[in-house]
C-alpha cells in the first residue's frame, strides 16, 4: 500500500507540472495574439504614429533618433507625406539626413529638419495643437510660426563650446501659432499674460516634452524669451522648461 501511496504522488506531481506547462503556454498564446492586436504594447511590432501610444510606443521613438533610415520608413508606414533631400554641409554642420514634411503648417516655410524632429513636430502638432485650438478657441491650426531650424553655430552663438542642436536642423524654434478664425498666439507677447493663449502656451510647452527631447521656453532664460526650442538631442531626456 506505501508503494502505492508513493507511486501516486509521483504521478501527481508529473501532472502538475504537465497542467503549469500547458497554463503558461496557454498564457504566452493569449499574450502573443493580445500584442498582435495592440502593436503599441509590442516592443516588436514596427512603430505606426496612427497607433495609440502605448507601452512601447517611446523606446521606439527613441530607436528613430540614431537611424534615419528606420525613421524615414516609420513615416512611410505612418502615410506621413515627406520628402527625403540629399546631405549638405560640412565638418559639425554635415546635415545627413535633411526631411522635409510636406503639407505641413509652418510659415514662413517648411525647412528641411532631422527626420526624428518632423516625427516629433507632427505629434505635436496633430495630439497638442490641435486639440488645445478646438477646446481654448473652436478653432483650427492655421499656422505653426517658427524662426529656423538649421544654423551652422555653436550653443547661443558662442566662438567655442559645444555645437547647438540647430548646427544640423535636429531643432526648431517656434514662435507662435495662428489661427483659422484669425486668431494669433505669441510666445512673446502672449507668455506672461493671463487669459486663454497663455494657458495655450503653457500647455502646449508641458506636452511638447512627451515628443521632444528638449523643450526650452520663456521660462528657462532670457535667449528662449520670443520662443520655445524644440530638439531631439541624443544627450539628454526630458528637459522641459
Same mark, same amino acid.
Given at each position: 500500500?506505501?508503494?502505492?501511496?508513493?507511486?501516486?504522488?509521483?504521478?501527481?506531481?508529473?501532472?502538475?507540472?504537465?497542467?503549469?506547462?500547458?497554463?503558461?503556454?496557454?498564457?504566452?498564446?493569449?499574450?502573443?495574439?493580445?500584442?498582435?492586436?495592440?502593436?503599441?504594447?509590442?516592443?516588436?511590432?514596427?512603430?505606426?504614429?496612427?497607433?495609440?501610444?502605448?507601452?512601447? $510606443?517611446?523606446?521606439?521613438? !527613441?530607436?528613430? =533618433? +540614431?537611424?534615419?533610415?528606420?525613421?524615414?520608413?516609420? @513615416?512611410?508606414? &505612418? *502615410? #506621413?507625406?515627406?520628402?527625403?533631400?540629399?546631405?549638405?554641409?560640412?565638418?559639425?554642420?554635415?546635415?545627413?539626413?535633411?526631411?522635409?514634411?510636406?503639407?505641413?503648417?509652418?510659415?514662413?516655410?517648411?525647412?528641411?529638419?532631422?527626420?526624428?524632429? $518632423?516625427?516629433?513636430?507632427? !505629434?505635436?502638432? =496633430? +495630439?497638442?495643437?490641435?486639440?488645445?485650438?478646438?477646446? @481654448?478657441?473652436? &478653432? *483650427? #491650426?492655421?499656422?505653426?510660426?517658427?524662426?529656423?531650424?538649421?544654423?551652422?553655430?555653436?550653443?547661443?552663438?558662442?566662438?567655442?563650446?559645444?555645437?547647438?542642436?540647430?548646427?544640423?536642423?535636429?531643432?526648431?524654434?517656434?514662435?507662435?501659432?495662428?489661427?483659422?478664425?484669425?486668431?494669433?498666439?505669441?510666445?512673446?507677447?502672449?507668455?506672461?499674460?493671463?487669459?486663454?493663449?497663455?494657458?495655450?502656451?503653457?500647455?502646449?510647452?508641458?506636452?511638447?516634452?512627451?515628443?521632444?527631447?528638449?523643450?526650452?521656453?520663456?521660462?528657462?532664460?532670457?535667449?528662449?524669451?520670443?520662443?520655445?526650442?524644440?530638439?531631439?538631442?541624443?544627450?539628454?531626456?526630458?528637459?522641459?522648461?
Amino acid at each position: 500500500m506505501k508503494i502505492d501511496i508513493s507511486r501516486r504522488i509521483g504521478r501527481f506531481r508529473a501532472d502538475r507540472r504537465v497542467v503549469i506547462l500547458l497554463v503558461l503556454i496557454g498564457l504566452a498564446l493569449a499574450g502573443r495574439v493580445w500584442l498582435a492586436e495592440h502593436p503599441e504594447h509590442s516592443p516588436w511590432a514596427p512603430l505606426d504614429l496612427r497607433d495609440p501610444v502605448g507601452w512601447a $510606443t517611446e523606446t521606439k521613438m !527613441l530607436a528613430l =533618433r +540614431d537611424d534615419p533610415a528606420q525613421c524615414r520608413a516609420t @513615416l512611410e508606414r &505612418s *502615410e #506621413i507625406a515627406f520628402t527625403a533631400l540629399d546631405p549638405a554641409g560640412e565638418g559639425a554642420c554635415r546635415r545627413e539626413d535633411r526631411t522635409r514634411l510636406d503639407g505641413y503648417p509652418l510659415s514662413p516655410s517648411t525647412p528641411a529638419m532631422t527626420c526624428p524632429t $518632423t516625427v516629433a513636430l507632427y !505629434l505635436w502638432e =496633430r +495630439d497638442v495643437l490641435e486639440p488645445l485650438a478646438r477646446e @481654448l478657441f473652436d &478653432s *483650427e #491650426i492655421e499656422q505653426i510660426e517658427h524662426l529656423g531650424a538649421y544654423s551652422c553655430r555653436r550653443l547661443y552663438g558662442r566662438e567655442e563650446g559645444p555645437w547647438s542642436e540647430h548646427a544640423t536642423a535636429n531643432a526648431i524654434d517656434i514662435a507662435g501659432i495662428r489661427l483659422s478664425d484669425g486668431t494669433q498666439i505669441s510666445v512673446l507677447r502672449d507668455w506672461a499674460v493671463d487669459g486663454p493663449k497663455a494657458e495655450f502656451l503653457r500647455r502646449a510647452r508641458d506636452e511638447a516634452c512627451d515628443s521632444f527631447a528638449t523643450v526650452l521656453s520663456p521660462d528657462y532664460n532670457a535667449a528662449h524669451a520670443d520662443h520655445f526650442h524644440l530638439d531631439m538631442s541624443a544627450r539628454w531626456r526630458g528637459v522641459c522648461r
